[in-house]
C-alpha cells in the first residue's frame, strides 16, 4: 500500500505532496486500515516463516481442538489442520487474488476509457456502449457463470474478477481524459510527434492517477469479498489449497460442532475488505479537491 | 417527456441487444460449448452428441444459431433444461415471486433506514453520531453477505431457536406468521448491504442540499424543522436517490443469490447456483438474462421517475 502511495504522491509537487499526506494521517480509520493490512500482508507473505504448523498437516487425533489450546492458538479443523496456519496461507490466496483482479480492472479499465476517449468516434461509442452492457450483469451471475467452466486457479480468478469489474475505472479515465484532451500539453505532446499509445501512458495516466487510485483500492476490497462468494459456493480455490471463502464452505456444519471454525475466516475477510475500503475513502478525503476546500 | 422517454427506452433496447449478443458469446466460449455436460457422460457417444447438436440446430452457423436464439427469448421460448427437460421459461418463472418478495422486503427496509440515518447524519454533522454512522455503513459494506447470513442463522435458529434457518415456510404451507418469520433474517441479511449504500448516498445528497438557499428561506418562513428536512430537504434528494435505486439494482440481484442460497430461500438465485452444478445451461443463460433484464428495465424505470419528479428534464428535452 505505501508504495503506491509513494508513487502518487511523487508526480506532485512538495507542497501539495505533503497536503496529500497530512489529510490522510488525519483520517484515523484509513491509517487504522493500513496498519491492518500491513499486519495481515506479513501473516500472508511470512506465512512460511511464521506458521506454526504446516497448513495441509492432518491431525486426526486433533479434530476439533478449540483455540487457546496448548499449540494451537486459533484450534483446528475437521481434519485436524490448524486453523491458524491455513488462515495465514489462505491470506496469501484471498489478497493476492484481490490485488491481481485489481491489476486487471485497471489495465483493462484504463485502455477501454482511454482509447475511447482519446481516439473518438465510432470506437469510443463502441467501447462506452460495450462498458454500459457489461454494467447490466449482475457480477456474482457472471463471475459464477463463468467460473463453472474454467478450471480455477490464482490466476483465473484474478482474470474473471478482474474481467467483470473494470467498467467503473473505464467510466472514470474516460472522463477525465475528455476533459484533459483539450490541454496545452497534450496538443504540444501531438505536435512533437509523439504517438497515441505514448501520450495516453506519458501524458495523460499521470494526470488521472488520483481517482483512478481511490477507485482501484475500493476495486481491491470487492475482489476479495467476490472471490471469497465464489470460493465459498465452491467454483473457486479449490481444497485443499485454503483460501478464506473456502475454509467457510462448510461453515453450516461447522456451527453444530465447533462455531469458531465459521468464525475467524469471516473475520478476516471482513477485515481485508474493511481495511482496503477504509483506505480508499481516506484518499478520496486527501485527493479530492472539493473536500479539500471544505 | 416524449422524445425522452423515446430516446431513454430506444437506448434500454440497445442495451439488451448488447446483453444477449455478450451472453450468447459467453455460451459459445465456454469450453466444450453449451453441450460440455455431454462429452463428461460415457454413455454419451459422438453420435448422440452429433444428433443432440443437429436437434438443437448447434451445427448452424453462428448467426443464424443467434438470430434464432435470441428469437426465442423474444417470443418467450426459452429452450428446455437438460436436467428433467421441462421448458426453461416456467421453470424460471415459477421462481420470480420467491425473490421479489426478498428483494422487495428488503429494499423497501434498507431504503427507510438508510434514508433516515443518512438524514441524520447529515443534520448532525461532525457528530459523533455522523461518524458512527459512517463507520457501521463502512462495515456493513465491508461485510461478506453469506458469513452474516451464516452467524445469523447460528445465533438466532440454532442457539436461540427464534427464527427458522431457512426455506421460505413451514413444510406444508403455514399461515402469514410463519411466513413472515422466515423472511425475517434473509430480508435483514440482504438488507444490510443496501442500508449502508443508502445511508452514505442520502448523507452526501442532504449536505448538498442542506447549504442551499430555498432551505434557508423555507426556515425563515417559519416552517418547522420536520417540514423544512423533508418537504424540502428530502425532496430534493428524490432525484438522486431513485437515481440510486436504479443503481444498486445489480447488488441487490447478487445480493439475492447469495442471501437465497444460504437460507434454502427458493428463488432464481438458488435455481442459479442449483443449475449451476448441473451445468444446465439453458436455465443458467435464461436467468443471466432475467437478471440483466431486471437491471435494465430497473435504470429505465428510476429514470423515468427522475424525469416525472424533476421538472428541469422536461424542460431541456421537450
Redesign the interface.
Known amino acids: 500500500m505505501s508504495d503506491i502511495l509513494l508513487e502518487e504522491v511523487s508526480i506532485r509537487p512538495p507542497s501539495a505532496r505533503r497536503g496529500v499526506l497530512r489529510r490522510f494521517l488525519r483520517h484515523r480509520?484509513a491509517v487504522l486500515g493500513v496498519v491492518l493490512i500491513a499486519l495481515l500482508g506479513i501473516g500472508a507473505g511470512g506465512a512460511p516463516w511464521l506458521a506454526p504448523h504446516d497448513p495441509d498437516e492432518i491431525a486426526i487425533a486433533e479434530r476439533y481442538v478449540p483455540p487457546l489450546s496448548a499449540d494451537r492458538l486459533l484450534g483446528a479443523d475437521d481434519l485436524g489442520r490448524d486453523v491458524l496456519s491455513r488462515l495465514m496461507y489462505a491470506g496469501r490466496i484471498s489478497l493476492s487474488v484481490g490485488i491481481a483482479a485489481m491489476l486487471v480492472t485497471l489495465v483493462v479499465g484504463f485502455a477501454i476509457g482511454a482509447f475511447g476517449a482519446y481516439l473518438g468516434g465510432w470506437i469510443d461509442v463502441a467501447l462506452m456502449?460495450?462498458t454500459?452492457?457489461?454494467?447490466?450483469?449482475?457480477?456474482?451471475?457472471?463471475l459464477?457463470?463463468?467460473a463453472?467452466?474454467?478450471t480455477p486457479s490464482l490466476g483465473s480468478m484474478a482474470l474473471m474478477i478482474g474481467l467483470t469489474c473494470w467498467m467503473e475505472i473505464a467510466r472514470i479515465v474516460h472522463a477525465q481524459i475528455l476533459a484533459l484532451k483539450s490541454a496545452d500539453f497534450i496538443a504540444a505532446a501531438e505536435l512533437a510527434g509523439a504517438p497515441a499509445w505514448r501520450i495516453v501512458v506519458r501524458q495523460i495516466l499521470p494526470n488521472t492517477l488520483a481517482p483512478i487510485l481511490v477507485a482501484a483500492t475500493l476495486n481491491t476490497?470487492n475482489a476479495i469479498?467476490l472471490e471469497?462468494?465464489i470460493s465459498?459456493?465452491g467454483?473457486g480455490i479449490q481444497p485443499p489449497q485454503a483460501s478464506w471463502?473456502n475454509m467457510?464452505t462448510n461453515?453450516?456444519s461447522d456451527?453444530?460442532v465447533d462455531?469458531w471454525l465459521?468464525?475467524f475466516?469471516?473475520l478476516a475477510?471482513?477485515l481485508a475488505?474493511?481495511s482496503f475500503?477504509?483506505i480508499g475513502?481516506g484518499l478520496r478525503d486527501a485527493l479530492d479537491p472539493r473536500v479539500r476546500d471544505a | 417527456m416524449a422524445r425522452y422517454l423515446r430516446n431513454r427506452i430506444g437506448q434500454s433496447l440497445l442495451l439488451l441487444l448488447g446483453v444477449s449478443v455478450i451472453g450468447f458469446a459467453l455460451m459459445h466460449l465456454a469450453p466444450g460449448g453449451p453441450l460440455a455436460v455431454y462429452t463428461l457422460n460415457p454413455t454419451v457417444t459422438a453420435q448422440d452428441i452429433e444428433r443432440v447438436k443437429h436437434q438443437f440446430g448447434l451445427d448452424q452457423p453462428v448467426y443464424v444459431q443467434y438470430v434464432k436464439w435470441a428469437f426465442g427469448l423474444v417470443t418467450g421460448h426459452w429452450g428446455y433444461s437438460f436436467f428433467g427437460g421441462r421448458p426453461v421459461g416456467s421453470i424460471v418463472l415459477e421462481r420470480i415471486p420467491a425473490t421479489l418478495e426478498l428483494m422487495g422486503s428488503s429494499l423497501a427496509l434498507a431504503l427507510i433506514v438508510g434514508v433516515a440515518s443518512g438524514i441524520l447524519a447529515a443534520v448532525r454533522r461532525n457528530t459523533i453520531i455522523d461518524y458512527a454512522t459512517a463507520t457501521a455503513a463502512m462495515l456493513a459494506l465491508s461485510l461478506p453477505t453469506f458469513w452474516f447470513g451464516l452467524l445469523g442463522i447460528y445465533v438466532f435458529a440454532q442457539t436461540l431457536g427464534w427464527l427458522p434457518a431457512g426455506g421460505i415456510a413451514s413444510t406444508g404451507g403455514g399461515g402469514l406468521l410463519d411466513r413472515l418469520l422466515h423472511l425475517l433474517l434473509p430480508m435483514l441479511v440482504l438488507a444490510f448491504v443496501l442500508v449502508a449504500q443508502w445511508s452514505r448516498y442520502t448523507r452526501s445528497a442532504m449536505l448538498e442540499i442542506l447549504t442551499q438557499d430555498y432551505m434557508r428561506t423555507a426556515r425563515a418562513k417559519g416552517l418547522g424543522p420536520a417540514r423544512v428536512l423533508l418537504g424540502h430537504g428530502l425532496r430534493a434528494a428524490l432525484v438522486p436517490l431513485v437515481t440510486l435505486a436504479g443503481l444498486q439494482l445489480p447488488l441487490l440481484v447478487g445480493g439475492a443469490l447469495v442471501t437465497e442460497t444460504v437460507f434454502s430461500w427458493p428463488g432464481m438465485g438458488l435455481l442459479f447456483v442449483n443449475a449451476l452444478g448441473m451445468r444446465d445451461y439453458p436455465v443458467l443463460m435464461a436467468i443471466l438474462m432475467v437478471g440483466a433484464l431486471v437491471v435494465v428495465l430497473g435504470n429505465l424505470l428510476a429514470d423515468i421517475i427522475v424525469a416525472l419528479i424533476d421538472p428541469r428534464i422536461k424542460l431541456t428535452h421537450v
Open positions: 480509520l456502449r460495450l454500459d452492457v457489461m454494467l447490466c450483469f449482475p457480477s456474482v451471475f457472471l459464477l457463470f463463468v463453472a467452466f474454467v476490497a469479498l471469497s462468494y465459498f459456493l467454483y471463502g467457510l461453515a453450516q456451527f453444530q462455531a465459521a468464525v475466516p469471516g475477510i471482513t475488505v474493511a475500503n477504509f475513502d
